[in-house]
DNA sequence: AATACGTGGGT
DNA sequence: TACCCAAGTAT
């Protein structure tokens, strides 16, 4: 691991900064200024998000729910069909309830620093960080991908970035070199670098406006950093989806359980089988309806039921217009779109 | 520490 | 296709 003199560290920020205000990303609309509440909202949304999904939904969020006021006094149904489609609905838990703290129980006054930001529901340490540093102006590094990424390769920094314990030696590595004048734009910048000229693949780091400071690159080992163990891959599982309509000719829905994934959502009832061969209803389709989430696989074969045994109090009969005015998983959108062709080619 | 938690895009 | 990635957090 390389170790930066004062000098260095001087020198760095100043041609890292002098880029980012030339070819920084200024545009997003989330630096259109430094409020509190427009830098919560857009972090917990770029959480594991890419930039471009990000911006339709960040720009649709604030102008429904402009402040933190609106935001903790709005129902969780509207909050979450803002969210809907972004995935990690948590998120959206979250912040809804960190609005609700910052607005009820801080009467409007922000935590300020890295320490208060880190206990509101869904800040974690790298938003504590971002937030503290972007709003407020404190000198803390926020650590997330683009962090890694790019001081892997500057410092050489050989640690597995999936440990949890990385972090900690990124931290001490880092700390001494976010600028203390200017950490929100400090912290920023290295976002942008990671996503530009120090990407993932095929990264473009002979342009790179810090390539003299990168340890990596010199050594011609840059396509070694950052070190990431790899991660498991999804589980597959196997469901039927039960459909029956009532005679008004809306559809029968279930609410999932309040933990777990897709927690509290309604979608068609799903019940587990082994095998296609314990369908019990009328088969609808000869292609399961597969979606993949983080770390699971789902074939859903919809199957025509004449009925069910008596609705229990997670069951509901929903017409076309309940079902678009509520936030739906986009598993169930397409066992919709599914159904609809289905219907389509029967006529 | 390891795992759960969505979705869409790139190769 | 299958796999990996993308501004992480909670438990």
Do not use: C
Not at 41 to 70: C, G, H, K, W
Not at 321 to 340: G, I, R, T, V
Request: hydrophobic fraction near 40%; charge should be neutral; aromatic fraction near 10%.
């Amino acid at each position: 691991m390389e170790n930066w003199n004062q000098e260095t560290i001087e020198n760095f920020r100043k041609d890292l900064l002098a880029w980012y205000d030339q070819e920084g990303r200024a545009h997003l609309p989330w630096r259109e200024n430094t409020d509190p509440y427009r830098v919560l909202v857009s972090e917990l949304m770029l959480q594991q998000t890419r930039v471009d999904t990000v911006i339709t939904y960040f720009n649709r969020f604030m102008t429904a729910l402009p402040t933190v006021q609106a935001l903790a006094n709005a129902p969780e149904e509207q909050v979450l069909k803002l969210w809907e489609g972004l995935g990690y609905y948590s998120r959206a838990r979250n912040l809804h309830q960190a609005a609700k703290v910052v607005a009820f129980d801080l009467k409007g006054a922000w935590p300020e620093s890295y320490d208060d930001l880190l206990s509101l529901p869904g800040v974690g340490p790298y938003t504590a960080a971002a937030v503290a540093s972007i709003a407020f102006n404190q000198a803390v590094p926020a650590i997330d991908g683009n962090f890694f990424r790019v001081f892997s390769r500057l410092l050489k920094i050989d640690d597995d970035i999936a440990k949890p314990k990385t972090r900690r030696v990124f931290y001490d590595a880092v700390a001494p070199i976010v600028d203390p004048k200017r950490p929100g734009d400090f912290n920023q910048a290295i976002m942008d670098l990671g996503t530009s000229y120090m990407k993932t693949n095929d990264p473009d780091t002979l342009h790179s406006p810090v390539v003299k400071y990168n340890a990596a690159f010199r050594d011609g080992v840059e396509d070694q950093y950052p070190v990431k163990s790899k991660k498991k891959k999804p589980i597959l599982q196997r469901f039927q989806a039960l459909v029956l309509y009532n005679e008004k000719g809306d559809l029968l829905y279930e609410q999932r359980p309040d933990s777990g994934l897709l927690a509290g959502f309604w979608t068609l009832p799903l019940r587990p089988i082994d095998s296609i061969e314990d369908l019990q209803g009328e088969q609808l389709t000869i292609k399961a309806v597969t979606h993949v989430f983080s770390h699971r696989k789902w074939e859903v074969w919809p199957v025509k039921v004449e009925q069910v045994e008596k609705l229990t109090h997670n069951q509901r009969f929903l017409s076309p217009a309940e079902q678009e005015a509520m936030a739906l998983p986009k598993l169930q959108h397409k066992l919709l779109k599914n159904l609809k062709e289905q219907h389509d080619v029967s006529k």
